[in-house]
C-alpha cells in the first residue's frame, strides 16, 4: 500500500485522463456516469490530502516518467504544488457533484464529465510538473477543456448561445495569444539555457549570474512570462477576456474559473520568478507591484457600476487577485505566505460565491440585480451564504477573508511597503461597498415587483446543490477562527520558495542520469 502511495503524483494527473475516456463510453448510462465520476472524484481529493500529508512529514517528493531526454519528465510535489492540487481537487469534487443537478442534461450526459475530468487533470499537471515546456502543454490541456465547458447549458439558463460563442471566442483567442508568448519564451529560454527542467534551469542560469555572464535576452524573456502569467491570472491589463467569460460560463464553471484557474497564474510566478529568475527577482519586483495596484484598482471601480450578479463577481475576482501579486511583489517570507493565505480565502469564498449566484439566477430567472429584491424570504439558504461570501471577500471578521487582507496589509507594512499598502486598503473599501449594495439589492427589502418581473421560482435548491455551498460557506467561518493551520503551511510553503535550494536538491540528486 505504502509503496502504491509513491505514485500518487502521477495518479493524480492519469486518472482523471482515464476517466475522461472511461465517461465517454458511459454516455448510454446517465446514472452510472454521475456516480463513477462524483466518486472518483472524491478519491481524488482523498489522495490530494494523502500527497500534501506525505510532502509535509517526508519532504519533497520527485515522480520520473519515463525515459524521454536528460532529465525525463518528471512530476516535483513540494509544499506548494501539493496544497495547490489540494485546494483544487477540493474546488473541483464541490463543483462537479453541484453540477450534477445544475447543467442540463444533454450537456450532462454527452461530453462534460470528460470536460471537466481533462481540466482536472491539466490543473494537476501544471500544479506538479517540474518541467517548464510540459507546463505549457498542461496549460493548453487547461484552456482547450475550459473554452468547451464555458458553452455547457445549465438548466433554465438565462444566457443566450450567442453570447457564450463570443465570450468563448475572446478567450480562445486572447488565451492562445498568451499561448504563443509562453513558447516564445520557453523556446527563448532552451536555447539560451540547454534545458527545460526547472530545477536545472535556476541552477544553469544562478551560475550565468554568478559568472557575470548572464545575457539581457533572459531579462526579456522574464518580461514573456509575466505576460504569460499575468493573462492566465487576468490581471491589468490581460484581463479583459474575464468579465466576459464567466457571467456566460455555468455556475460550476464560473467557479472552477474564479476559484482555481486564475490562481494558476499566481502558481507560475510564484514558480518561475521564485526558482528560476530569483537572481533577477529584484528587478521585476516594482513591475509587479504596479500591475497588481493596478488591477486592484481596475477591478474595484468596475465592480461598482455592475447591476449583472455574476460580472459584478467577475470583476471582484479581477481586483482580489490583484491583493495576492501585491504578496508575491512584495516578496518577503511573511508577504508570500499572506499572499498564499489570501490566494485560499478567495478561492474558497469566490467558488462559493459562484455556486450560489447560480442558484440565486435560477430561482429569479435573471443575472440582472435591479429584478430581484426580498429574496432573503423566498430564498433564505441563497442569502446567508451570499452574505457569508461577501463578508470573506470584504475582509470582514469572523470570516477567512479578514485574517487574508489583515496578514497581507500587516506583512506590507512590515516590509515598508507604506504607499502600496495605503491604495490597497483604500480599494478594500470599495470592496465592502459592492459586495453590501449587491447583497442588499438581492436579498433586502421587499419582493420585487411580480407583475412587472414575474414570481420568483418556488424550485428548491436540491442538496446535490446546497452541500457544495454550506461546505464552502463553513470553510469560509473555520478560516477565519482558526486560521493557525492555514497560516502555518502558507509559512512552510514561503520558506520553500525563497529558499529553493531542498527542491534543486530533490530533483538533481535523484533524476541525473
Same mark, same amino acid.
Given at each position: 500500500?505504502?509503496?502504491?502511495?509513491?505514485?500518487?503524483?502521477?495518479?493524480?494527473?492519469?486518472?482523471?485522463?482515464?476517466?475522461?475516456?472511461?465517461?465517454?463510453?458511459?454516455?448510454?448510462?446517465?446514472?452510472?456516469?454521475?456516480?463513477?465520476?462524483?466518486?472518483?472524484?472524491?478519491?481524488?481529493?482523498?489522495?490530494?490530502?494523502?500527497?500534501?500529508?506525505?510532502?509535509?512529514?517526508?519532504?519533497?517528493?520527485?515522480?520520473?516518467?519515463?525515459?524521454?531526454?536528460?532529465?525525463?519528465?518528471?512530476?516535483?510535489?513540494?509544499?506548494?504544488?501539493?496544497?495547490?492540487?489540494?485546494?483544487?481537487?477540493?474546488?473541483?469534487?464541490?463543483?462537479?457533484?453541484?453540477?450534477?443537478?445544475?447543467?442540463?442534461?444533454?450537456?450532462?450526459?454527452?461530453?462534460?464529465?470528460?470536460? +471537466?475530468?481533462?481540466?482536472?487533470? /491539466?490543473?494537476? /499537471?501544471?500544479?506538479?510538473?517540474?518541467?517548464?515546456?510540459?507546463?505549457?502543454?498542461?496549460?493548453?490541456?487547461?484552456?482547450?477543456?475550459?473554452?468547451?465547458?464555458?458553452?455547457?447549458?445549465?438548466?433554465?439558463?438565462?444566457?443566450?448561445?450567442?453570447?457564450?460563442?463570443?465570450?468563448?471566442?475572446?478567450?480562445?483567442?486572447?488565451?492562445?495569444?498568451?499561448?504563443?508568448?509562453? &513558447?516564445?519564451?520557453?523556446?527563448?529560454?532552451?536555447?539560451?539555457?540547454?534545458?527545460?527542467?526547472?530545477?536545472?534551469?535556476?541552477?544553469?542560469?544562478?551560475?550565468?549570474?554568478?559568472?557575470?555572464?548572464?545575457?539581457?535576452?533572459?531579462?526579456?524573456?522574464?518580461?514573456?512570462?509575466? $505576460?504569460?502569467?499575468?493573462?492566465?491570472?487576468?490581471?491589468?491589463?490581460?484581463?479583459?477576456?474575464?468579465?466576459?467569460?464567466?457571467?456566460?460560463?455555468?455556475?460550476?464553471?464560473?467557479?472552477?474559473?474564479?476559484?482555481?484557474?486564475?490562481?494558476?497564474?499566481?502558481?507560475?510566478?510564484?514558480?518561475?520568478? +521564485?526558482?528560476?529568475?530569483?537572481?533577477?527577482?529584484?528587478?521585476? *519586483?516594482?513591475?509587479?507591484?504596479?500591475?497588481?495596484?493596478?488591477?486592484?484598482?481596475?477591478?474595484?471601480?468596475?465592480? $461598482?457600476?455592475?447591476?449583472?450578479?455574476?460580472?459584478?463577481?467577475?470583476?471582484?475576482?479581477?481586483?482580489?487577485?490583484?491583493?495576492?501579486?501585491?504578496?508575491?511583489?512584495?516578496?518577503?517570507?511573511?508577504?508570500?505566505?499572506?499572499?498564499?493565505?489570501?490566494?485560499?480565502?478567495?478561492?474558497?469564498?469566490?467558488?462559493?460565491?459562484?455556486?450560489?449566484?447560480?442558484?440565486?439566477?435560477?430561482?429569479?430567472?435573471?443575472?440582472?440585480?435591479?429584478?430581484?429584491?426580498?429574496?432573503?424570504?423566498?430564498?433564505?439558504?441563497?442569502?446567508?451564504?451570499?452574505?457569508?461570501?461577501?463578508?470573506?471577500?470584504?475582509?470582514?471578521?469572523?470570516?477567512?477573508?479578514?485574517?487574508?487582507?489583515? $496578514?497581507?496589509?500587516?506583512?506590507?507594512?512590515?516590509?515598508?511597503?507604506?504607499?502600496?499598502?495605503?491604495?490597497?486598503?483604500?480599494?478594500? $473599501? +470599495?470592496?465592502?461597498?459592492?459586495?453590501?449594495?449587491?447583497?442588499?439589492?438581492?436579498?433586502?427589502?421587499?419582493?420585487?415587483?411580480?407583475?412587472?418581473?414575474?414570481?420568483?421560482?418556488?424550485?428548491?435548491?436540491?442538496?446535490?446543490?446546497?452541500?457544495?455551498?454550506?461546505?464552502?460557506?463553513?470553510?469560509?467561518?473555520?478560516?477565519?477562527?482558526?486560521?493557525?493551520?492555514?497560516?502555518? &503551511?502558507?509559512?512552510?510553503?514561503?520558506? *520553500?520558495?525563497?529558499?529553493?535550494?531542498?527542491?534543486?536538491?530533490?530533483?538533481?540528486?535523484?533524476?541525473?542520469?
Amino acid at each position: 500500500m505504502i509503496a502504491e502511495m509513491s505514485h500518487l503524483p502521477i495518479l493524480l494527473i492519469a486518472v482523471p485522463i482515464l476517466m475522461a475516456a472511461i465517461m465517454l463510453f458511459l454516455r448510454s448510462n446517465a446514472g452510472l456516469q454521475k456516480g463513477v465520476n462524483i466518486t472518483a472524484s472524491f478519491i481524488m481529493m482523498a489522495l490530494s490530502f494523502v500527497l500534501l500529508w506525505q510532502v509535509w512529514n517526508g519532504g519533497i517528493q520527485v515522480y520520473e516518467v519515463g525515459e524521454w531526454g536528460k532529465y525525463g519528465i518528471i512530476l516535483v510535489a513540494d509544499l506548494l504544488s501539493s496544497g495547490m492540487v489540494v485546494l483544487s481537487s477540493l474546488v473541483s469534487f464541490l463543483a462537479l457533484l453541484y453540477s450534477l443537478d445544475y447543467i442540463e442534461g444533454k450537456s450532462l450526459n454527452s461530453s462534460y464529465h470528460s470536460l +471537466f475530468n481533462l481540466l482536472v487533470a /491539466g490543473l494537476n /499537471g501544471t500544479f506538479l510538473t517540474g518541467d517548464i515546456f510540459n507546463m505549457f502543454v498542461f496549460f493548453e490541456i487547461l484552456l482547450l477543456s475550459s473554452c468547451a465547458l464555458v458553452v455547457a447549458n445549465e438548466k433554465g439558463g438565462v444566457t443566450k448561445s450567442s453570447d457564450k460563442m463570443e465570450a468563448t471566442f475572446k478567450y480562445l483567442v486572447l488565451n492562445m495569444i498568451g499561448s504563443i508568448v509562453m &513558447l516564445i519564451a520557453v523556446a527563448s529560454l532552451y536555447a539560451t539555457v540547454g534545458t527545460l527542467n526547472m530545477a536545472d534551469l535556476s541552477v544553469k542560469i544562478s551560475s550565468m549570474s554568478a559568472a557575470g555572464t548572464l545575457p539581457w535576452h533572459i531579462f526579456a524573456i522574464a518580461l514573456l512570462f509575466i $505576460v504569460v502569467f499575468g493573462n492566465k491570472a487576468a490581471i491589468f491589463p490581460m484581463h479583459y477576456w474575464l468579465p466576459d467569460v464567466h457571467p456566460t460560463a455555468p455556475s460550476p464553471i464560473s467557479a472552477m474559473l474564479s476559484g482555481v484557474m486564475i490562481k494558476v497564474g499566481a502558481y507560475g510566478m510564484l514558480r518561475v520568478f +521564485f526558482l528560476i529568475f530569483r537572481d533577477a527577482l529584484y528587478l521585476f *519586483q516594482p513591475i509587479i507591484i504596479f500591475l497588481a495596484l493596478a488591477t486592484i484598482i481596475i477591478g474595484a471601480v468596475s465592480a $461598482v457600476g455592475q447591476k449583472d450578479v455574476k460580472r459584478l463577481l467577475a470583476y471582484s475576482s479581477v481586483s482580489q487577485i490583484g491583493y495576492v501579486f501585491l504578496g508575491i511583489g512584495f516578496g518577503t517570507v511573511y508577504a508570500l505566505a499572506a499572499a498564499l493565505v489570501f490566494l485560499v480565502n478567495h478561492a474558497i469564498a469566490k467558488s462559493m460565491l459562484f455556486l450560489t449566484s447560480g442558484g440565486i439566477i435560477h430561482h429569479a430567472g435573471t443575472r440582472d440585480m435591479n429584478k430581484m429584491g426580498g429574496m432573503m424570504k423566498t430564498s433564505p439558504v441563497m442569502s446567508v451564504a451570499f452574505l457569508i461570501g461577501a463578508m470573506s471577500i470584504a475582509g470582514l471578521p469572523p470570516m477567512g477573508g479578514f485574517i487574508a487582507k489583515f $496578514v497581507l496589509f500587516d506583512a506590507g507594512l512590515l516590509a515598508e511597503y507604506y504607499i502600496p499598502i495605503a491604495i490597497a486598503l483604500f480599494f478594500a $473599501v +470599495f470592496t465592502l461597498f459592492y459586495m453590501f449594495r449587491a447583497w442588499l439589492l438581492m436579498f433586502w427589502g421587499e419582493i420585487r415587483d411580480v407583475e412587472k418581473y414575474g414570481e420568483y421560482s418556488s424550485h428548491k435548491p436540491s442538496y446535490m446543490i446546497v452541500l457544495p455551498i454550506i461546505t464552502l460557506a463553513a470553510l469560509a467561518f473555520v478560516f477565519g477562527i482558526y486560521a493557525e493551520p492555514l497560516i502555518a &503551511l502558507s509559512q512552510a510553503i514561503a520558506e *520553500q520558495l525563497i529558499d529553493p535550494q531542498p527542491y534543486i536538491d530533490a530533483v538533481m540528486t535523484r533524476v541525473v542520469r
